[in-house]
Structure formats: structure tokens, C-alpha cells
């Protein structure tokens, strides 16, 4: 039982990886678009004003962002084919069409029963509990609901692609079938979550007067709960409250009446005032957007086996960059929310201690959603600001203990954190893992074809190979009996170890690790 929950368990972080493994390019990209338009960098290269090359990097920064903006299509369409067995393609097809069902099911659902929210002033949406996918009206979920639908469209795949009909009824099988529950599985799928999510939203939102009345914890909560929700979407009900309602403050201007902490910092900027008031401190989430992922970052390529490191580097740089100058973090956190949860809830943790130390210490600084605007704009307010040069103090200590804390406890629980993938490769470290061997070079052994055949063998021939998937550096195999393993043929191949686990085998090939998998598939085919 436990092998088998294990099993699952890293098929699931399989499967995750695969619609994020795009994310490291993108995030390179999207940082190119933001320096291109920063004003900061036009203004000391004024070069960069040019409007080609401005209309340039809006479109790549809008580009990618779609790409974040939509997270949840591609968990929908990615989980399904990662999880299919076989027809891979079908199934992330079918993903995508039963998440269109789920989305017009949900706003047909908001239409009847009338709680389709209207847009708000400035904010559209947000703090409604609905937004816009696709351009589809539909409760909140945020990518949490990709997730969730993405699982489900997998599992009803499996366990059912392979019915077959007779007769007039052939032509709904396989697939085809497939498709028929996954319509009804949409349409439970938006009852249920226009159902229950909205009630938990209700609970989100009722915390708001509480945060309000407790001080320094309840800035500790906030920030807490607005890094553990943001998965969920429900992270919006924590902030949009105090940020654009009576929550967050009111100013009174002559006869006008300011609500909500950002507008209330907005217009103390143009005001004579001697220091920004406490509302801002509701306006700090981009605190740790700024300092704590790069210790989350450094933690991540620190412990990465050495063989992994370099290649971790390489993953996770772009996007801790992206994390502090566009204050985007989906892409760093989706990579072991689900591999390490403790991790995610004490990221959490840490992300709600540093905004109620900001409170206790008095520091008054000013958070415009990126490194450099924040920079720039509290220099500009400089004499609004208060113990600004603790804020970089802090900055600093947040970014060593969340490299202390994730370090310490990736290395003691062993989280297969990016990087981390499997056993190291060193002797000992797992008794089923061989001797290291040279970097794989699968030309160096025969054809493709002979190549593919002694790792076919090896692993007790094509039908006992019930699924095979790669990661960076690893084949991963499930095998009908792990009996029938023969290690001998499958080290007539270059590789750097094998490591049994139960029905689970691994064989690590490095980086041409992908090549391999595409041999041994072509081959499968011929069989």
C-alpha cells in the first residue's frame, strides 16, 4: 500500500514538472521585456525609446504573460498527457476541451442562479471570488482548478480509453468514450465548485476584520495567508479587501473620501504629509517577492545533487529574476508546493513574520511590485519613508533563513526539489543504485536501434514496460514484474546507475537523457 501511494506520488510530481518545464525560458523572456520598458533603464539609455524596440518588449512581456496569466490551461492539458498511459495527445486534447466545459458550465451556473458579479471600478473582478479565464466569466479558482480538473481528466482517461463497443456503438469507443464521461465529469465539476467554493471564500473574507484588529499578528496573517491561498485563487480575498476598501484605511480629502490602502499611499505621494500612514503596510506583499525567493532559489541549486547542480542553475535563476523583478512567483512555487508541502507552509510562514517585523520595527517603506520601481519610488519619497535602511537589513536576513530554513530541511527529508530528482549520484547512496559511470552517450552504443532493444530486454521486453517517462536527467520506467529486470543487458547501454524501487526502475543517462526515451519509444513501436 505504501509503495503504491509512493508510486502515485511521484507520478503526480512527474506529471507537474512537464507543464512548468517551459517556464525557465519564459521567465528569461518576460525579464528581457521588463528591462527593455522600465523607465529607469530608458531614461539612462535613452536608445531604448526607440518605438520599435519599445513595442518590442511590451510584446514579449504580454507574450509571456499570457503564458502565467493561464497556468491552469496548461496544468489541464499538461497533467492529462503526463498521466496518460497511452494516446498521450488524446488525452491533453480532451484535457483542454473538458476544462472549456467546466468553465462555460460554471458561468451558465453564475447566469441562473444569479451571482454573476459585475465589474468593479479599477479592479474589475478581483475580490469578487470570479474572474476571466478564456475570456469566461467563472468562480475563482485559480490554478488550483487546472490542477484539480487536470487530475481528474487523467484518471477517467486511463479507465476508460480502452472500452470498445460493437456494432453502431464503435464509433464511441476509446477515446471517444473518454470524452463522453469527461463531459458529465465538467458539469459535476462546476456544480461542486460553484457549490463549495464560494462558502470558502465567505470564510476568507469574514478574516478580514480580525487581521484588522490584531496588530502586528494580524499583518503576520496576512501576509501567511496570502502566500498559502495564492495557489487556490482565494489569496485575492485576503488582500483586494484591504487594499481597495475601508479595510485597508480611509483618507478624507476636503470632500472627497479615500478607501483602501493603495489608493490611500497613491495619493500620500502627492501630499504634504511627514510619513506615509500604517496603511501601507497592507501594500508590503511584494516584500518577500523581492528578497525571499532568492534564498528559496539559492536553497534550491545548493542542495541539488551535484551532477543536477549546474542544470538547477540554469532552471532556477531566470525565474527567481522574474520572482523579483516582476513579482511573479506561480512558476518558482508550483515547483515544490507539491513536492515538499511543509516547505510551501513555511514559506508561508516566513513571508507573514517578516511583513509583522516591518510593523514591530516601524519601517515605512513604499512596495511598487518590482525591485527596481520600489527602489526608485522610495527614493523619491524618501522623506515619507521611515528606517528604510532597515528594510534592506530585513531584506537580507529574510533571504538567509529562507536559505537556512529550506536547506536544512530539503537535505533532512530528502524533498525532490528541483534538482533533487531521484538518488544521487554517488556510491552508496541507495543500495539498488549501481557504480557512476561516464556521462551517456548513446551514440557510442551501436544504433538507436540496438541500443534501444538491449534497454527493452533489460527491462523484461514491451510488455512488461507499462509506462516510461523522463525527467532532466533520468528514464523512468514502471514494469508489470520487477522479476524480469535484467541489469546485464541494460548496462550494455552507457549509464550512470540503476535504482529499484519496487515496480519503479530509474536509470540515469544525464542529460542525453531525453534522446534515449525517444529511441526506446520509436522501438516500442516497431514491436
Not at 484588529?213 to 482565494?234: D, I, K, M, N, Q
Not at 472627497?256 to 501601507?280: H, L, Q, R
Not at 536544512?408 to 543504485?433: C, D, M, Q, S
Request: charged fraction near 15%.
Amino acid at each position: 500500500m505504501k509503495q503504491k501511494i509512493m508510486d502515485t506520488l511521484e507520478n503526480f510530481a512527474k506529471a507537474m514538472v512537464q507543464p512548468l518545464s517551459y517556464l525557465t525560458a519564459g521567465g528569461s523572456l518576460i525579464v528581457v521585456g521588463i528591462l527593455l520598458t522600465n523607465s529607469t533603464i530608458t531614461a539612462a539609455l535613452p536608445f531604448l525609446k526607440w518605438a520599435p524596440i519599445q513595442v518590442f518588449g511590451k510584446l514579449l512581456y504580454n507574450a509571456i504573460m499570457a503564458i502565467i496569466n493561464n497556468l491552469g490551461v496548461l496544468f489541464v492539458i499538461g497533467l492529462p498527457a503526463a498521466l496518460a498511459k497511452s494516446d498521450k495527445h488524446k488525452a491533453g486534447i480532451i484535457g483542454f476541451m473538458t476544462y472549456l466545459m467546466y468553465l462555460i458550465c460554471s458561468n451558465t451556473l453564475l447566469n441562473v442562479t444569479g451571482t454573476l458579479a459585475q465589474d468593479q471600478p479599477l479592479i474589475g473582478l478581483i475580490g469578487t471570488g470570479q474572474t476571466r479565464i478564456l475570456g469566461i466569466q467563472c468562480v475563482d479558482m485559480s490554478v488550483f482548478g487546472g490542477i484539480i480538473l487536470g487530475c481528474l481528466v487523467g484518471w477517467v482517461f486511463n479507465r476508460t480509453f480502452q472500452k470498445r463497443f460493437k456494432g453502431a456503438l464503435q464509433i464511441y469507443s476509446g477515446a471517444n468514450f473518454s470524452f463522453i464521461c469527461l463531459v458529465f465529469v465538467a458539469m459535476v465539476f462546476a456544480l461542486v465548485t460553484n457549490t463549495v467554493w464560494p462558502i470558502v471564500q465567505g470564510w476568507i473574507s469574514a478574516l478580514g476584520g480580525f487581521i484588522k484588529s490584531t496588530g502586528a499578528f494580524g499583518l503576520f496573517l496576512y501576509g501567511f495567508l496570502e502566500r498559502l491561498l495564492l495557489p487556490t485563487g482565494l489569496h485575492h480575498l485576503v488582500y483586494t479587501p484591504f487594499q481597495f476598501s475601508d479595510l485597508g484605511g480611509v483618507l478624507q480629502l476636503g470632500e472627497t473620501t479615500i478607501a483602501g490602502a493603495y489608493p490611500i499611499v497613491m495619493a500620500e505621494m502627492n501630499m504634504p504629509v511627514e510619513k506615509f500612514s500604517d496603511s501601507i503596510y497592507y501594500t508590503s506583499i511584494g516584500f518577500t517577492k523581492m528578497f525571499g525567493y532568492i534564498g528559496i532559489g539559492a536553497a534550491f541549486i545548493y542542495t541539488a545533487y551535484p551532477e543536477n547542480r549546474k542544470k538547477t542553475a540554469t532552471t532556477v535563476i531566470p525565474l527567481v529574476v522574474t520572482a523579483f523583478l516582476a513579482t511573479i512567483t506561480e512558476p518558482i512555487d508550483f515547483m515544490f508546493i507539491f513536492a515538499a508541502p511543509l516547505l510551501y507552509f513555511l514559506h508561508a510562514c516566513i513571508a507573514g513574520l517578516f511583513m509583522a517585523l516591518l510593523k514591530v520595527f516601524d519601517v515605512i517603506a513604499l512596495w511598487n511590485g518590482n525591485l527596481l520601481a520600489s527602489i526608485l519610488t522610495n527614493i523619491a519619497n524618501a522623506d515619507k519613508t521611515n528606517r528604510m535602511w532597515l528594510m534592506w537589513v530585513l531584506g537580507l536576513i529574510q533571504i538567509v533563513v529562507y536559505f537556512v530554513v529550506f536547506s536544512f530541511l530539503i537535505k533532512k527529508f530528502n524533498y525532490h526539489t528541483p534538482g533533487r530528482e531521484g538518488e544521487p549520484r554517488t556510491a552508496g547512496a541507495a543500495a539498488a543504485v549501481e557504480a557512476p559511470k561516464a556521462e551517456a552517450k548513446p551514440a557510442e552504443n551501436g544504433t538507436d536501434d540496438e541500443m534501444a532493444m538491449n534497454l527493452i530486454n533489460g527491462l523484461g521486453g514491451k510488455a512488461n514496460i507499462t509506462a516510461l517517462e523522463n525527467c532532466i536527467t533520468r528514464l523512468r520506467v514502471t514494469l508489470a514484474d520487477p522479476s524480469l529486470l535484467n541489469e546485464e543487458l541494460i548496462n550494455k547501454v552507457e549509464n550512470r546507475g540503476i535504482v529499484k524501487k519496487g515496480n519503479s526502475v530509474q536509470i540515469v543517462f544525464g542529460l542525453h537523457v531525453a534522446e534515449v526515451h525517444q529511441a526506446v519509444n520509436n522501438q516500442l513501436e516497431k514491436l
